[in-house]
């Protein structure tokens, strides 16, 4: 069965720090992984990484891709209380048609 | 413009009635999604549209009934719903269903059935 699991499920940091997100997973057919912010409402795509090796960088964040070893990480840089959500990876699959599995997602709390 | 829209915002609903959910994007994509999410919990899938063909149903309940009338547009027919059917309700789109695209989301739908 096709599995995305994210880590840690949950986190508090101080406005300033760095975090990393981590998101693996098990599936057949691996097509893409992409990454979503989602605060009260629906989730706010970040980015869609296909290649392993080749970060993606918008402002503070920043993702990568390893194939190898079936993951990626989310880093945000100088976190801002904006930056607090949750943020959840999803695993774009073929196995007879397409579609995109979630995780559970990390909640990120950035304290003031 | 990624912009997903739905109607309505919020929607409350007896278990007797019937109402309907609609989604719409003029971004050209030819594949578009229903998700539920319940609270805490990531959005789980329940049907795709591939150029307005049904390419995926979930194993959801006939009483969920989606429509895809044209290229912009979804509809998601609700009729004797449950309370536990309660969640928002997420439409999303991409250029192609082949998961190469990247998908965006309309708001939501917050429907509460009593």
């Known amino acids: 069965e096709d599995k995305v699991v994210q880590s840690p499920l949950s986190l508090v940091v101080h406005e300033g720090d760095t975090v990393t997100l981590n998101c693996s997973y098990e599936v057949t057919n691996f097509r893409s992984l992409l990454w979503y912010k989602q605060e009260k409402k629906a989730p706010t795509f970040l980015f869609m990484l296909t290649s392993s090796g080749i970060e993606k960088k918008s402002g503070r964040l920043s993702s990568i891709l390893d194939k190898k070893e079936l993951s990626s990480i989310l880093n945000i840089t100088a976190t801002q209380t904006g930056d607090s959500a949750i943020y959840l990876c999803?695993?774009?699959?073929?196995?007879?048609?397409?579609?995109?599995?979630f995780g559970t997602g990390t909640r990120l709390k950035v304290l003031a | 413009d990624t912009e997903v829209t739905q109607t309505p915002k919020h929607l409350v609903m007896g278990m007797t009635n019937k109402k309907s959910l609609k989604c719409e994007q003029h971004?050209?994509?030819?594949?578009m999604y229903w998700y539920k999410q319940k609270a805490k919990k990531p959005p789980e899938l329940m049907f795709v549209y591939s150029y307005e063909k049904l390419s995926i149903n979930e194993s959801v309940p006939s009483r969920f009934s989606p429509e895809c009338p044209n290229s912009s547009l979804l509809n998601l027919h609700l009729h004797a719903l449950q309370p536990e059917d309660s969640a928002l309700y997420l439409c999303?789109?991409?250029?192609?269903?082949?998961?190469?695209?990247?998908?965006?989301f309309g708001p939501g739908t917050r429907l509460t059935v009593t």
């Open positions: 999803a695993v774009g699959v073929t196995s007879g048609t397409y579609k995109y599995i």
């Open positions: 971004m050209g994509h030819r594949a």
């Open positions: 999303a789109s991409s250029q192609q269903g082949t998961s190469l695209y990247e998908q965006y």
